[in-house]
C-alpha cells in the first residue's frame, strides 16, 4: 500500500468485513493513521488483519462500533448489511450519538432507504456508499466512491475514505449511492459484452486481435474495459477481476430497481442472462470479461 496519504487528525474508526474489497480498505484508513477496530464473521480473519495492520478485533458488530467516530461496512448483500447493523449485536446498538455508518457494500436502494431511517431513528447517520474500481482499487487505495445520504455526514466522513479513493462524492439523499453503482453496472455490462462480440469477431475474421485493440484503443472505442481486459480476454485469461456470480447480483439489482422506477433495461437483460450462461458453464468465479467464452464456444 505505497500511495500518499492526506494529512487529518486520527480517528477512531470500525470495519466491518475483511473481505476482497474491505480488507485493504481497512489497511489503508490505519496507514493513514487512523485508529482501526474490525470486525469479521471469520475472527481468524480479523486477527491476521489486526496482526497485519497494529489495529483491534471485536467480538461482535457492537463492540466494534463502541467510541468510534465512523463506522465503514463492506458485506455480502442485503441481508449481510441488516445483520451487522440492526439487533442487539448489531453496530447500530454501539454507536454513540451522532455518529456515522457507512456502508460500502453493493445493496439495494432500497435497504439504504430501511437504515437509513433506523439510523435516524437512533440518532446516528447512514450514507450509502458503494464502490468501483475492483480489487485492484482497493488496494491500491484508489477507488471511486458513490454516496447517498446528508450532506453534514458526508461532509464528516468524506477526508477518512479520501484515504482508499481516488474520488467520494456525494449524489443525492439515501439511496443515491446505490442507484448511481447500478448506472455503473449497467454502462460495466453493454461495454463487456460489445468487447467481448468485437474481439470474437475479429478473431473469427482471422485479425492480430491484440494488435487491433492497441489501434482501436487510441479512438472513440477506447474504454477501461478495452485497456484493462481487451488482452486478457484475447489470450482467454479470467481467473482474476470481478466474479460473474457478482455482477449477476449487482445486475439483479439493477432489473429489480427499475421495475420500481419504470425504466427499460434490455440490454441488460439480455446480458444478465448471458452472464447465466457462463455460470453453467462454471465460470461463476471468473472475471466477467468472461463473456467472450460464450461466443467462441457458439463458434
Not at 59 to 78: H, L, Q, S, W, Y
Request: glycine fraction near 12%; charged fraction near 20%; proline fraction near 3%.
Amino acid at each position: 500500500m505505497s500511495r500518499t496519504y492526506e494529512p487529518i487528525a486520527a480517528q477512531n474508526v470500525a470495519f466491518l468485513g475483511l473481505g476482497t474489497m474491505g480488507g485493504p480498505m481497512a489497511g489503508h484508513l490505519a496507514a493513514a493513521g487512523h485508529h482501526v477496530t474490525v470486525y469479521n464473521r471469520t475472527t481468524a480473519r480479523a486477527q491476521v488483519w489486526a496482526d497485519q495492520h497494529h489495529g483491534k478485533v471485536a467480538e461482535t458488530p457492537r463492540e466494534a462500533a463502541k467510541g468510534a467516530a465512523i463506522i465503514f461496512a463492506c458485506v455480502g448483500n442485503d441481508d449481510d448489511l441488516r445483520s451487522v447493523t440492526l439487533g442487539p449485536d448489531g453496530a447500530f446498538a454501539g454507536m454513540s450519538t451522532d455518529a456515522v455508518f457507512v456502508d460500502h457494500t453493493t445493496a439495494s436502494a432500497a435497504v439504504a432507504r430501511e437504515l437509513a431511517a433506523a439510523a435516524t431513528a437512533h440518532h446516528l447517520h447512514f450514507i450509502d456508499a458503494p464502490v468501483s474500481g475492483g480489487q485492484a482499487g482497493a488496494q491500491n487505495g484508489m477507488l471511486t466512491v458513490m454516496c447517498g445520504g446528508e450532506q453534514i455526514a458526508f461532509d464528516r466522513i468524506h477526508p477518512v475514505a479520501m484515504a482508499f479513493s481516488r474520488a467520494c462524492t456525494r449524489l443525492g439523499p439515501s439511496g443515491a449511492g446505490q442507484l448511481a453503482k447500478m448506472v455503473n453496472q449497467i454502462c460495466i455490462a453493454g461495454l463487456v459484452q460489445a468487447l467481448s462480440e468485437g474481439v470474437a469477431f475479429g478473431q473469427a475474421a482471422g485479425l492480430d486481435m491484440k494488435q487491433v485493440l492497441e489501434v482501436i484503443g487510441k479512438g472513440a472505442a477506447q474504454s477501461w474495459q478495452m485497456d484493462n481486459r481487451g488482452h486478457t480476454m484475447v489470450d482467454d485469461k479470467f481467473d482474476f477481476g470481478f466474479a460473474v456470480e457478482w455482477m449477476r447480483k449487482d445486475l439483479g439489482l439493477c432489473l429489480d430497481e427499475s421495475k420500481r422506477n419504470g425504466a427499460h433495461l434490455p440490454t441488460t437483460a439480455l446480458i444478465d442472462q448471458f452472464y447465466g450462461d457462463v455460470i453453467a458453464m462454471g465460470g461463476a468465479r471468473w472475471d466477467t470479461s468472461s463473456l467472450v467464452r460464450r461466443l467462441r464456444k457458439a463458434h
